[in-house]
């Protein structure tokens, strides 16, 4: 949407073409950033018509609004809805970028002679504020989509100076004497391959500089290796061409010392190229004498794109060469006047913004990368690796916790092997929060060779299309703070885990150093008359539904399966931990809850087999004692009506008993004591049965330690026992007493009570009872 000093514009050009463009830009902005207008019914027709499956073309044609509203559902699809927050800080100035394209295409149309006019008035505008903005004198530009591509002309430049037949001989005056191009080893990866294979170069073309390993920035390149190897190279008949240097590291955005590179190629007759991050501090005043030095370099490569968060605008390759033969060769001027035209977008957009607002924009994210590390310097736990702590735009940090402050609870011991992989990952973890956190910093990973896994904040790269402020610093440093201490939590709490598993014979411990948590454990059967196919299928099934009754627990820890492409399988992996968990606890849990599931598997299996036999037995029985309720109450007593005439006068006691079937055990008992637990049960008031639950504190989630209690057994740990003490103290069923009190244990340690009786349960009370005809009894719980 176009508003304020764009409209005014618009409405004082000549050309009524132009401002008819403006409006209907206009207008398709409002349609792309809309995505609140479509129904909830076209959205789900959308879903299953096209959303995914190509359509032929239709042969009438659509309309310009048809067209918009496919591509406006197409940019806010409901599964990429968290990264749709990119596009909400275009901006006017990214609209006036946008404009420059739909005016370069109607441009292109014009009569050569206003065209060539047009593209000389537009190309030598941009190139003299460019050069004044980033204080380079005597320059001329050259625009391109690839951030390479500049590079990559400025080589071919180099060569086609270097070698005077290289125009007409190509590749074969190479071998005379073998072009040498130097680069550091903190450069973008791939930047050397990528010129070989554009310029038909061998690899043994590139020379990779070592960075400082004993003095200086580590992402620095040596100097004094660097003059070696010129030096080496030069006495081996080989000729240095090109050194490709930083200002700004990919990774941690450290500078190169870029004057003294320069020193040594006015010496090597080498051209100096720069790149990077922290050229954009060219605009601001001071400049840092490190950074003042790029604008002697030969060429350098900027990205205003980004750095002013204009989209679709090119980079720009900034050069000295006086011989224009020499760059139309190289590619880095031409002829043609719709080549210019490529510049109309930010020869547009610096217009809008002005030399001001451009350095407005600079200044702010250079504060918010000194305000952010201000506030990291306070955190112990959190390092930075910046070049600069007064000038440095791009911050890296990681969490490095200090082995002094450790608690009690938690051990740092045995962490030597392994521990840059486990910190790692959690570094890792660390930043995807970060990121999902608060999107609007920006924050992203990066992995450096001698630091390993960092994050890092680039405002300048971020900031203008974000829309960072000053607030979203506050906020990251806040969610930082609240997550360092589950950091240092899991990482102390690691080796215990590892202790703790060791220790439970159904359990192994899984090493993966790569995951950010706990760590994981699987559950080991112990049926030992399984073959290896049959064995593998139920661990995974227990170990599956393990998995499912960690997730039904009242807990703050995240139970999973792992990394979607981890190697380890069938297992559990536990997440980030508070401070006050119960390692033992936790893996006594899981341990019993792995036994209980084993068991309910083997009498599952054993189900079919132990219920043809019981109802075999159960028809055997029931035939017995129909034979001797005919011996006892006679003939007589079987006719109805006289049988009821009997048992009025003359009333009999039968002695048959009913039966009960338990497939737990797959045995048939007598249904006696069933009948003396209810009418114990029915004098008992419920609400004076004690519970388990109540030895939890209100409020308490599992695993968690209470802290009047610490070092007392917590419910978790109490109640997995209970089924065990229980059958260790109770009586048989046929051994009760008839005034003994029996106590029913919880089903399950932690989980709340079930709403409705398992398969299990009512399988193993399934009662099979025979009652003496004419005698009322009570219907047993079992069955009721």
């Not at 990528?194 to 992402?219: D, E, I, K, R, W």
């Not at 609007?440 to 300048?460: K, M, N, Q």
């Not at 309910?600 to 299996?605: V, Y």
């Not at 802290?707 to 007392?712: G, K, T, V």
Request: net charge negative.
């Amino acid at each position: 949407m176009l508003r304020g000093k764009c409209k005014v514009d618009l409405c004082l050009q000549m050309d009524p073409v132009l401002a008819e463009m403006g409006d209907h830009l206009s207008d398709a902005m409002k349609i792309l950033e809309n995505d609140q207008s479509e129904t909830a019914q076209n959205r789900e027709q959308r879903r299953f018509s096209w959303r995914d499956i190509p359509g032929p073309l239709q042969g009438d044609g659509q309309d310009v609004v048809t067209i918009l509203q496919l591509v406006q559902n197409l940019i806010h699809d409901e599964e990429d809805k968290p990264l749709n927050s990119r596009m909400q800080c275009v901006g006017e100035q990214g609209h006036v970028a946008l404009l420059g394209h739909s005016l370069a295409a109607y441009i292109s149309m014009l009569d050569r002679d206003r065209l060539r006019k047009f593209t000389t008035r537009v190309l030598s505008d941009t190139t003299l504020w460019l050069c004044r903005l980033f204080r380079y004198e005597s320059g001329s530009v050259y625009f391109h989509d690839d951030d390479r591509e500049g590079l990559l002309k400025v080589c071919r430049l180099v060569l086609n100076a270097r070698y005077e037949d290289y125009s007409t001989e190509g590749f074969s005056v190479l071998s005379f004497r073998q072009p040498v191009i130097y680069h550091s080893a903190a450069c973008r990866p791939g930047l050397g391959q990528h010129l070989c294979s554009q310029l038909g170069l061998p690899l043994s073309t590139l020379c990779c500089v070592p960075c400082n390993t004993m003095f200086g920035s580590q992402h620095q390149m040596d100097v004094a290796l660097l003059d070696k190897l010129m030096k080496d190279d030069v006495e081996s008949g080989k000729l240095p061409v090109l050194l490709i240097a930083n200002a700004g590291t990919p990774g941690a955005g450290h500078t190169d010392k870029l004057g003294r590179l320069k020193e040594l190629c006015v010496q090597y007759n080498v051209w100096l190229h720069v790149e990077g991050v922290n050229l954009a501090t060219l605009t601001l005043s001071p400049v840092s004498s490190t950074i003042a030095a790029a604008t002697k370099s030969d060429s350098m490569t900027l990205t205003p794109g980004p750095w002013l968060g204009l989209p679709a605008v090119p980079a720009a390759t900034l050069y000295r060469h006086e011989d224009p033969a020499l760059s139309l060769a190289a590619g880095l001027t031409s002829s043609q006047p719709v080549e210019k035209l490529r510049a109309l977008p930010l020869w547009l957009s610096l217009q809008y913004l002005g030399h001001d607002g451009i350095v407005e924009r600079i200044r702010h994210a250079s504060q918010l990368s000194q305000h952010l590390l201000h506030q990291l310097k306070t955190l112990t736990s959190i390092k930075t690796s910046v070049e600069d702590d007064l000038s440095s735009p791009v911050v890296v940090f990681r969490f490095s916790p200090d082995s002094s402050s450790g608690s009690s609870g938690g051990s740092v011991e045995g962490y030597s092997t392994g521990e840059r992989e486990i910190q790692d990952a959690l570094n890792r973890w660390l930043g995807e929060r970060l990121a999902q956190l608060v999107p609007a910093s920006g924050v992203e990973l990066v992995e450096l060779e001698d630091e390993g896994v960092c994050i890092r904040f680039s405002p300048i790269m971020t900031a203008a299309a974000l829309g960072t402020h000053e607030a979203d610093v506050v906020a990251l440093v806040q969610k930082l703070m609240e997550l360092i201490p589950s950091l240092s939590c899991t990482l102390r709490f690691r080796q215990d885990f590892r202790e703790e598993v060791f220790q439970h014979a159904v359990l192994s411990y899984v090493e993966d150093l790569n995951w950010a948590g706990l760590g994981a454990v699987r559950y080991e059967p112990r049926r030992t008359d399984l073959d290896e196919g049959k064995r593998q299928q139920q661990m995974e099934k227990i170990n599956g539904d393990l998995l499912k009754k960690l997730k039904e627990l009242e807990t703050d820890l995240e139970f999973s399966t792992g990394p979607e492409f981890g190697e380890e399988r069938n297992c559990v992996f536990i997440g980030m931990v508070p401070e006050d968990i119960d390692v033992a606890v936790l893996v006594e849990t899981i341990a019993s809850i792995g036994r209980e599931l084993e068991e309910s598997g083997k009498l599952l299996e054993n189900m079919t087999e132990v219920v043809r036999k019981g109802i075999l037995e159960a028809e055997q029985q029931l035939r017995i004692a129909n034979e001797e309720k005919l011996i006892e109450e006679g003939v007589l007593r079987q006719i109805p009506l006289v049988g009821s005439v009997l048992n009025w006068f003359s009333p009999f006691q039968s002695s048959v008993k009913g039966r009960t079937f338990n497939l737990a055990a797959g045995s048939l008992d007598t249904t006696e004591p069933i009948y003396s637990l209810k009418a114990q049960s029915s004098r008992e008031d419920i609400s004076e049965s004690p519970t388990s639950t109540g030895k939890r504190l209100q409020g308490q989630r599992a695993f968690r330690r209470s802290a009047p209690f610490i070092d007392s057994f917590s419910e978790t740990s109490s109640v997995c026992h209970l089924d065990e003490s229980y059958r260790d103290t109770a009586p048989p069923p046929g051994e009760r007493e008839e005034g003994d009190t029996a106590e029913v244990p919880q089903a399950s340690p932690l989980a709340e009570p079930p709403a409705e009786v398992s398969q299990e349960e009512e399988a193993s009370a399934w009662t099979v009872q025979r009652v003496p005809e004419g005698e009322e009894a009570e219907e047993p719980a079992s069955i009721r």
